[in-house]
């Protein structure tokens, strides 16, 4: 769920062609446009522009307000502004309506826990892992729910198997967690500098944040 606290966006495959109708190009354009406000929000959110990304969202009207994309979207940046139970109405009508879109849930988990309610976020984390178990920041997720709430068995059972430079930096946040977890800062800071070595800011970052969630 690499840049999970987004969306699943489709890309549209029939944009060209004079043979459509004026509706459906209208239709096209529409949510043509709609993508980009879309990529556009994701900007500002991986800048950690918040209150910009919230000022763009909250120019969407009608029906692009109620886009799931939209809303899903409005959960996450409200959340990072701290207004938890506004975002959390948002993220919670979303499952409410639709319980298999899994960004929602995977979102909401992330919302509980930066709220510290750890049972709460726990049980969406479970749920995104069932919904993708190959998903190592989602597996990461888990491992640190179960660590915060003093269940090492079962968190590490969430990350077994994962190896040295594989796909993600998640090993190294793994090792940088539970070295911070037995009081070495040192090796700590060793993990996660090998890791922005390796993967690069950017991959970095979705769990840099979820370390500091969990104040490691």
């Known amino acids: 769920m690499k840049r999970a606290v987004l969306v699943l966006i489709l890309l549209l495959g029939c944009l ?19 993508i980009l406000k879309i990529q556009r929000i994701n ?10 990304a919230l000022e763009l969202l909250n120019k969407c009207q009608g029906e692009e307000a109620q886009d799931v994309n939209i809303l899903n979207m409005r959960g996450v940046v409200l959340g990072k502004l ?3 139970d ?29 709220k510290g309610d750890y049972e709460a976020s726990l049980r969406f984390f479970e749920t995104a892992y069932r919904n993708d178990p190959n998903n190592e920041l989602v597996r ?28 993600t930096p998640a090993w190294y946040f793994v090792r940088a967690a539970l ?6 800062a040192g090796q700590r800071n060793r993990d996660l500098a090998l890791a922005r070595e ?12 979820a370390l500091k ?3 490691l």
């Open 16 to 34: 060209a062609g004079t043979s459509l109708a004026q509706d459906e190009t209208t239709s096209a354009v529409t949510q043509h446009r709609r």
């Open 43 to 52: 900007r500002l959110y991986e800048a950690g522009k918040y209150e910009e």
């Open 82 to 84: 701290g207004k938890y």
């Open 86 to 114: 506004e975002a959390q109405k948002i993220l919670q009508r979303l499952l409410e309506e639709n319980p298999s879109f899994h960004p929602a849930v995977y979102n909401l988990g992330d919302l509980l826990f930066a």
């Open 140 to 167: 990461f997720r888990l491992f640190l729910n179960f660590l915060v709430l003093g269940r090492e068995r079962e968190a590490a059972g969430a990350v077994a198997g994962m190896i040295p430079a594989g796909g």
């Open 179 to 184: 070295a911070q977890k037995r009081g070495e």
């Open 198 to 209: 390796i993967y690069g800011e950017d991959e970095c970052r979705d769990f840099k944040v």
């Open 213 to 215: 969630a969990a104040k």
